[in-house]
Each structure stands twice: as structure tokens, then as C-alpha cells.
Nanobody
Framework: QVQLVESGGGLVQAGGSLRLSCVAS????????MGWFRQALGKEREFVAA????????RYTDSVKGRFTISRDNAKSTVYIQMNNLKPEDTAVYYC?????????????????WGQGTQVTVSS
């Protein structure tokens, strides 16, 4: 079992920045690909970014490329997502997730463990 706890969400104006963190506990963090997803009100949960075990492979959804950066610190069992130039359409609950495979999958069903989510609201 892996437990995931996100933090860092909040209210920010358009063009601003936030950094979300997700701390893992339980099994060895470095054995999991970590992903970030988001779910806006009334919409399905969607993939945002993922990073493999050692951090060598990254993947982003097109709408955040050039604005968001995913990273991880295996010594701290933590994955981050730095979000710059935020837009109102980035407003959502952001979730981190863990995948036991060393891949950058984008499907919700590929991830076995999920955090409780943190709200990000971007005002125009």
C-alpha cells in the first residue's frame, strides 16, 4: 500500500504560480511512476503530467506544456508540480497518483494509488 498526501493548492490570479507537493508513505517511493491528474467541476479526471522512477522520462498533456514542470525527490518521497502562468481553465482539484510500472501512462486506470486531492482555483 502507498499513501499519498497532496498540498500546496490555493487561490491564485491568472498568470500566477503555484507548486503542489505530494508526499508518499508506505512502500518504496522510488519504485513508482508518479502522476498528476486534475478534475474540474462536472468533468472527468484528466491526465496532467507523469514522471518515471528515476525521473528520466517525463510526459505532459499538451495544454500544460511549457507552463508546468513535474519533478520528484526520491529521498523525500515527494513529487512536485510547478505550475506557472496559470489560467482560469487550470482550475480543478489536483490529484497525485502512483503507478507500479516504470512508464509514463496517462490513463486513470493505470494508476493504483491516489491522494485525496488539493483544490487549485485560478481567478481571471
Amino acid at each position: 500500500q502507498v499513501q499519498l498526501v497532496e498540498s500546496g493548492g490555493g487561490l491564485v490570479q491568472a498568470g500566477g504560480s503555484l507548486r503542489l507537493s505530494c508526499v508518499a508513505s508506505g512502500r518504496t517511493f522510488s519504485w513508482y511512476t508518479m502522476g498528476w491528474f486534475r478534475q474540474a467541476l462536472g468533468k472527468e479526471r484528466e491526465f496532467v503530467a507523469a514522471i518515471t522512477w528515476g525521473g528520466s522520462t517525463l510526459r505532459y498533456t499538451d495544454s500544460v506544456k511549457g507552463r508546468f514542470t513535474i519533478s520528484r525527490d526520491n529521498a523525500k518521497s515527494t513529487v512536485y508540480i510547478q505550475m506557472n502562468n496559470l489560467k482560469p481553465e487550470d482550475t480543478a482539484v489536483y490529484y497525485c497518483a502512483a503507478d507500479r510500472e516504470n512508464r509514463v501512462a496517462s490513463a486513470v486506470s493505470d494508476y493504483e494509488y491516489w491522494g485525496q486531492g488539493t483544490q487549485v482555483t485560478v481567478s481571471s
